[in-house]
Structure formats: structure tokens, C-alpha cells
């Protein structure tokens, strides 16, 4: 009967203390529940993780600018005389005389012009292509104040868009002399640094490409700001400055301004 009453209260001993097992609810160990939470996993493997800005790497601190001389393709030559221009296109007055700009009959490309005075008439070439509507877009001549000469600037394009702008210099014997041509883009005259020298500056194309035109010694010196900074797009700062785009479809912007054929980087 002893023997009996021993076997059972082991039995009873094993009982409960299984069930008190199976009452604390804890699972075996596995291989998920040994895996860190997900807040704890780095940045790049959570699928709700923020990209990072990329900012690039090769932005320059500063830069200088190389110039190169400017070639000048302009010519002009004085004509005694000679019947009227066929399609007269566009007249300006200016100082001492007037600027025609005509097309030829057996052009149907390029606009020209001249300028004439009581005494001569002055060929100025080919100065833009002919568009089938030609408005203040196509054509135009304004008349400005620069380097201490009194400049004519005619304003035409070529195909879709290829601006071209050329600068004439009004002289004091009546006559007209070459001044500028510029090719490279929409042309824009601004004092970069505030030193009281004017800077062309031309701008074209997406991405943006900038040059600088400085008048140094009676001539132009002409600067590549893209290849200066090493930037794929410049542009004019609204504070004046440039403004460069290193990377496609980037929106940092890196501000550089300008002092003496200097650039230096402001902000980004």
C-alpha cells in the first residue's frame, strides 16, 4: 500500500509541475525570434528608410577662369554707292545715321544689314536667318553705352534657336567699326563684381552652358564657366553670381560669385 501511495504522489508531482510549465507561455526558441527588432536593423535594409541627398562629390571650392582671345569674324566694308536693298526687313535710327537690315533676292536664308549715313553706306554681312515670321523675337537693334564707346547691337537667329548678336562701334569720323560677335548663346551685359567694368555673358542650351566676355586692352577674352568648375549646367544667379548644377536632375545648386576672372563658391 506504501509502495502504492508513492507512485502516485510522484505522478501528481510530474503533473503539476507540467502544467505549470504549459501555463507560462513561453515557446521554444527559433530562428525568428532570435533576429533583432526591425528598428535596430541599419537604415538601407529598412524598406521605410529616407534616401539620403546625394551631394556631389566634386564641387569645387573656387576656380579660375581660363580666357582665350576672341577672333573677330566681322567685316565691314564701305560701299560708295548702290541701288536700294530689295526687302528692307527693319530700320533703326542711330547716332549719325541708320541701320537697314534687308534680305537678298537670291538669299532665302540669311538676313544683312547696313548702315548708312549722308555720306556712305556700311555692308555689315550676314547678322541673322530668315524665319517666315520675323518679329522683335527674329530682328531687333537696340543701342547702349559700353567700354566708353557708343555700341549698336544687332540681334537676329539663326534656325529654331541659335541666337546670334553683333556689336558694332559707332566712331567720331561717321563711320562704323567691328566691336563683337557673339555665337554662343542669348548675350546679357552685367557688371559681375560691381567694379564698374561690364561683363557679357551668354547662356544657351539645357543643361545651360555660360560663357564670359571680358574687354580687356581694346579687345575681347572670352571664358568657358562650364569647363572652369567642372559643372554640367551654369547659369546667372537671381543675386548675381552663377549658379551650377554637377549632377543630372540634381536640385543643389552651388553659388559661386564672381570677382576678377575669380570664382568662389558662396553656398550651396
Not at 239 to 261: C, I, P, Q, R
Request: net charge negative; glycine share 10%; aromatic share 8%.
Amino acid at each position: 500500500m506504501r509502495n502504492h501511495r508513492k507512485v502516485w504522489l510522484v505522478g501528481m508531482a510530474l503533473t503539476i509541475a507540467l502544467g505549470l510549465t504549459g501555463c507560462s507561455g513561453k515557446e521554444t526558441p527559433s530562428t525568428a525570434a532570435s533576429l533583432p527588432p526591425a528598428a535596430t536593423l541599419p537604415a538601407e535594409s529598412s524598406p521605410t528608410a529616407s534616401p539620403t541627398p546625394a551631394i556631389a562629390v566634386n564641387v569645387k571650392a573656387e576656380a579660375v577662369l581660363s580666357f582665350a582671345n576672341v577672333a573677330s569674324e566681322q567685316r565691314v566694308e564701305r560701299m560708295s554707292g548702290g541701288e536700294d536693298s530689295a526687302d528692307i526687313l527693319l530700320e533703326k535710327p542711330v547716332d549719325g545715321g541708320t541701320i537697314i537690315a534687308y534680305a537678298k533676292p537670291k538669299d532665302a536664308e540669311n538676313v544683312y544689314a547696313q548702315y548708312r549715313t549722308e555720306a556712305a553706306r556700311y555692308e555689315l554681312g550676314v547678322v541673322g536667318g530668315l524665319s517666315p515670321k520675323m518679329d522683335d523675337e527674329q530682328l531687333s537693334v537696340t543701342t547702349l553705352e559700353l567700354y566708353g564707346r557708343s555700341l549698336v547691337r544687332i540681334n537676329g537667329v539663326f534656325g529654331a534657336n541659335a541666337p546670334v548678336q553683333n556689336y558694332y562701334a559707332l566712331e567720331d569720323d561717321g563711320g562704323i567699326a567691328p566691336f563683337l560677335r557673339v555665337d554662343t548663346g542669348h548675350a546679357q551685359e552685367i557688371d559681375l563684381d560691381g567694379d564698374g567694368t561690364t561683363e557679357i555673358i551668354s547662356t544657351y542650351g539645357l543643361p545651360t552652358q555660360t560663357y564670359v566676355y571680358a574687354y580687356e586692352d581694346n579687345r575681347f577674352k572670352m571664358a568657358d564657366v562650364n569647363a572652369a568648375l567642372g559643372a554640367l549646367a551654369v547659369y546667372l544667379g537671381n543675386n548675381g553670381g552663377f549658379e551650377a548644377n554637377y549632377e543630372l536632375g540634381s536640385a543643389v545648386a552651388a553659388h559661386y560669385d564672381y570677382t576678377k576672372g575669380m570664382l568662389k563658391l558662396t553656398s550651396m
